[in-house]
């Protein structure tokens, strides 16, 4: 079993910049998949935001690329999200799922507000 607590979510105006952080309760070699999704108001799919093979190279949406940059810390087993130039429609709630063993997990999610 694996645990994922998303944290670093808030209200933050346009323009802004967040640093998201998703802490992984196993060892981070073990994960095959690591990525970020969103879930925006009003819609019950959550979309891709980034995602990043073990060993391979990030791939963003189009609606965040040059915009948000996703890695990662062994040290620290953490998948973080740096989010900057922040719009509206970014605001979402943030979700890090992984995938380990051929099982998916999830986490319960942070809250993005982008506003004025």
């Known amino acids: 079993q694996v645990q994922l607590v998303e944290s670093g979510g808030g209200l933050v105006q346009p323009g802004g910049s967040l640093r998201l952080s998703c802490t992984v309760s196993i060892n981070m070699f073990s994960l095959e998949y690591m990525g970020w999704y969103r879930r925006t108001p009003g819609k019950s799919a959550r979309e891709l935001v980034a995602?990043?093979?073990?060993?391979?190279?990030?791939n963003y949406a189009d609606s965040v690329k040059g915009r948000f940059t996703i890695s990662t810390d062994d040290s620290e087993n953490t998948i973080n999200l740096q989010m900057s130039n922040l719009k509206p429609e970014d605001t979402a709630v943030y979700y890090c799922p992984v995938l380990s063993r051929r099982t998916h997990y999830w986490g319960q999610g942070t809250q993005v507000t982008v506003s004025s």
């Open positions: 995602s990043i093979f073990s060993g391979g190279q990030p």
